[in-house]
């Protein structure tokens, strides 16, 4: 029978998680048809000879070329279907989860892209929800909560109800496959970070929306494969990128200036991955060269 839903994986030294999200696929799915395909990232663990024991999905070995480049590859990978379930390999989904997603994508007309309601591992709302980025949003007054501050949306009544949302983190994504297709897939210029903003900002430059549903559930444990400074480096710089990209450069320097500031501040208080990330925003050389962004201050 035609698949409905093509699910992607992609696993860098994931051994400790990945065996739990497969294993919550089939009563996640329900009776939905389904593939699942994990691209490994070159991992050092266990994860491909953990994989290579499973007959429950298709497993594509490659070099470490960032998350889109995975997932891109992945969905190449994979048999046609109507939607793309785009998944972290330290997440785990609710039964019922993925057919209530793809129930939203095809109820609600110009939805391209999915969101469930996430939990943290010991059980707390997750909130996975995010405002654009904006000046205002660049970071130091989101304790003030207000919405033109603040980019993360902490408001627990706005995960209560089906709404759209400006993008969501993409641990758990539905994504209707022409939108997929249309946007050429993920920019994989991003390495890692920011790749699930500029979709599903590019979507909704081109007609469609992002909306959460609280109706489907998922945990995400975040970190899976590992958070240093060379990570927070690329998600710092990326920031900055997709605001330049977006913006244009008549705001991005001062753009650039605050986040140069509020990595100082976290510096200050005993930060010390902010220190890497610090230096590297202000000496090219010493960015991570995964990037492409080496060259100049201001990174494109």
């Not at 698949?3 to 497969?22: D, F, K, M, Q, R």
Request: glycine content about 8%.
């Amino acid at each position: 029978m035609p698949l409905e839903v093509a699910a992607v994986v992609v696993t860098y030294n994931s051994a400790g998680h990945i065996a739990a999200l497969l294993d919550s696929l089939p009563d996640a799915f329900g009776d939905l048809a389904y593939s699942v395909v994990v691209v490994d990232n070159g991992s050092t663990d266990d994860t491909v000879q953990l994989l290579s024991t499973r007959s429950d999905c298709h497993v594509v070995r490659s070099t470490n070329e960032g998350y889109a480049a995975g997932i891109n590859r992945a969905v190449l990978a994979s048999p046609d279907a109507a939607a793309i379930l785009i998944l972290n390999p330290d997440a785990t989904l609710d039964p019922d989860a993925v057919p209530r997603m793809l129930e939203v994508l095809r109820r609600r007309p110009g939805a391209g892209i999915v969101a469930p309601r996430v939990r943290e591992e010991d059980g707390r709302l997750s909130p996975t929800l995010r405002r654009g980025p904006t000046l205002g949003r660049v970071g130091g007054l989101s304790f003030t909560g207000l919405p033109v501050f603040t980019e993360r949306i902490e408001i627990p009544g706005e995960y209560d109800t089906e709404h759209e949302v400006d993008w969501a983190v993409g641990a758990i994504l539905l994504v209707d496959r022409p939108c997929f297709d249309a946007l050429h897939g993920l920019d994989e210029s991003y390495f890692l970070y920011s790749e699930e903003t500029d979709f599903s900002l590019r979507a909704r430059d081109a007609g469609w929306a992002t909306v959460y549903t609280p109706r489907a559930g998922a945990m995400h444990v975040g970190g899976g494969s590992g958070e240093n400074a060379t990570t927070h480096t690329m998600q710092m710089l990326n920031r900055v990128r997709i605001y330049r990209r977006r913006a244009g450069e008549r705001w991005v320097w001062l753009y650039f200036g605050m986040i140069v500031l509020v990595e100082l501040r976290r510096a200050l208080l005993g930060s010390r991955k902010s220190w890497t990330t610090l230096r590297a925003l202000l000496r090219p050389p010493l960015r991570p060269p995964q990037l492409g962004a080496s060259t100049a201050l201001l990174p494109r």
